[in-house]
């Protein structure tokens, strides 16, 4: 069996590759969802179909918070579509959430999976310092979290800040003064190495498979909005933290350093990252990957079935 993980979603077009990514190259115990990228009801709607499609409707999904801990934040239907998954009208799933909340989930599955449980946090941290919150003896028993967050200076969402952690900052500074085992693949990392370009998104288009069909229909709108921001093609941040947590060695430089998160001003949600002082260093942050075997690796999943 695989490593054991938890995948921590606001599930909204790339999320949905991350799950597939998860789903294939781990031994994914569970989604949690929490608020972020569209409203809360078809970020549900959206794993629990994106789960069954993928042939994994045995992977329960819980439900976590339905805002982040201020409650300030907005949705960006404009990246992912109304829905999340670029406004594909896709049929209502069977599968139905567990009944069991989110945070619990994961304060259980910490114990269950002591020194094991690992968690890719592909959202607004709310969920993870809730738990954390409940009972912080959490961040003894998870072995690490990968965190897809944070911008050095080119903000998603504000100039200073990206959206996972522009959506909940005092979840994410509670996380990462925690004492949790982290790793973060900052924003701008993911425009660099976790680019779907156009040339690509053809061979796609073409490959006649279940889930390239997915693909392309969850991610045009994310496409065309990355497309409009300058990029060659549609960002992943998602789907290459999941791939990076996998394959280590695809990680071709990252350093140990201090990260702090801005929680007022106009920078709030800000990334702080001391770049000299050993100090206190909370986190490893990739500066640089590879990003050819991220894209090998998800064309051959998605040429799969
Ligand atoms: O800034 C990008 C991140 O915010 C991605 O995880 C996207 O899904 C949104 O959650
Ligand atoms: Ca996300």
Redesign the pocket.
Same mark, same amino acid.
């Given at each position: 069996m695989g490593r054991k993980v938890i995948l921590d979603s !606001?599930t909204? =077009? !790339? !999320?949905t590759i991350a799950i597939l990514l998860s789903s294939r190259l781990f031994d994914l115990l569970g989604v949690t969802i929490v608020a972020? +990228?569209v409203d809360y009801d078809s970020q549900v709607k959206n794993c629990l179909f994106s789960l069954e499609y993928f042939g994994c409707s045995d992977v329960p999904v819980f439900l976590g918070s339905k805002r982040p801990i201020m409650g300030q934040w907005r949705t960006v239907p404009e990246v992912h579509g109304k829905n999340g998954l670029g406004d594909w009208d896709y049929p209502e799933p069977k599968k139905i959430p567990e009944k069991e909340d989110a945070v619990d989930a994961i304060l259980r599955l910490s114990r269950e999976y002591d020194g094991e449980l690992e968690v890719l946090a592909? =959202?607004p941290l709310t969920n993870l310092a809730l738990a954390y919150l409940k009972d912080p003896s959490i961040a003894t028993r998870v072995k690490k979290v990968w965190i897809?967050g944070g911008a050095f200076s080119r903000g +998603?969402t504000t100039p200073f800040a990206?959206? +996972?952690f522009w959506v909940d900052p005092e979840a994410a500074k509670i996380v990462l003064d925690a004492g949790f085992d982290v790793t973060i693949v900052p924003?701008e990392v993911t425009e660099e190495y976790g680019v779907i370009d156009t040339e690509t998104w053809k061979k796609i288009e073409t490959m006649g498979t279940k889930l390239s069909e997915f693909f392309v229909r969850a991610n045009r709108t994310l496409r065309d909005f990355s497309i409009s921001q300058g990029n060659p093609g549609s960002v992943h941040?998602?789907s290459l933290t999941v791939y990076l947590a996998y394959d280590n060695s695809s990680v071709i430089e990252s350093r140990r350093l201090r990260v702090d998160i801005e929680t007022c001003s106009k920078t709030r949600g800000g990334m702080i990252v001391d770049w000299y002082s050993k100090e206190n260093a909370n986190a490893e942050v990739v500066l640089k990957a590879d990003g050819k075997k991220f894209r090998d690796a998800l064309l051959s999943i998605l040429s799969s079935f």
């Open positions: !606001d909204a =077009s !790339d !999320d972020g +990228n592909i =959202s897809m +998603n990206e959206f +996972n924003w941040p998602d």
